[in-house]
């Protein structure tokens, strides 16, 4: 948002803007849609000017230390999808067959490197590890320093997707 800009005039803006997205989205110009449309937009604009923090963030430059992880490192994951896919489609086989899979928890210790110890590597971790089709990442735990995860089948690959082998 324009620093320049009083409150009043932010909030225009973002009422302006809500409205402009609400009759993008109903597509028509019948009189109840624009008021219901108004007061929406009115709703969001105020909600929008209670949470907004002013200046800047406060670590702007922390996840840009996540790219050191290098292309190996955030490649593995996606070369992990066409092997997972199979894994998963042979247990959706086996389960049509009437044999259930057994799907299994792993805890490991978690012990992330420099660029992966930020609120922002944790989500890294955490989206990355779930996004082939047999894991989900369940959370990451640093008090404790662990890292949970359910598979549907159990496989013998590392449960940190990002850990430098």
């Known amino acids: 948002m324009p620093s320049h800009l009083s409150a ?8 302006g803007l809500l409205m402009a997205l609400w009759l993008a989205l109903v597509d028509t110009k019948q009189w109840p ?4 449309g108004g007061v929406a937009a009115a ?12 200046g800047r963030p406060k670590t702007p430059g922390k996840s840009l230390e996540l790219l050191r992880l290098g292309p190996r490192r955030l490649g593995r994951p996606l070369a992990r999808l066409v092997v997972d896919t199979g894994i998963v489609t042979a247990a959706l ?4 067959t009437g044999r259930r899979p057994r799907g299994s928890f792993r805890v490991v210790r978690y012990a992330p490197d420099a660029p992966r110890r930020s609120a922002a590597g ?5 989206i990355w590890g779930s996004l082939t089709p047999n894991r989900y990442v369940i959370g990451t735990d640093d008090d404790e320093g662990i890292l949970m995860v359910h598979e549907l089948v159990r496989s013998d690959e590392p449960i940190d997707p990002l850990a430098d082998r």
Do not use: K, N
Request: proline share 3%; no cysteine; glycine share 6%.
């Open 43 to 54: 709703i969001g604009a105020t909600a929008a000017a209670l949470i907004v923090r002013p």
């Open 93 to 96: 086989v086996r389960a049509l």
């Open 8 to 15: 009043a005039g932010r909030w225009f803006l973002r009422w």
């Open 33 to 36: 849609e624009l008021v219901a």
């Open 122 to 126: 944790r989500a890294v971790t955490e």
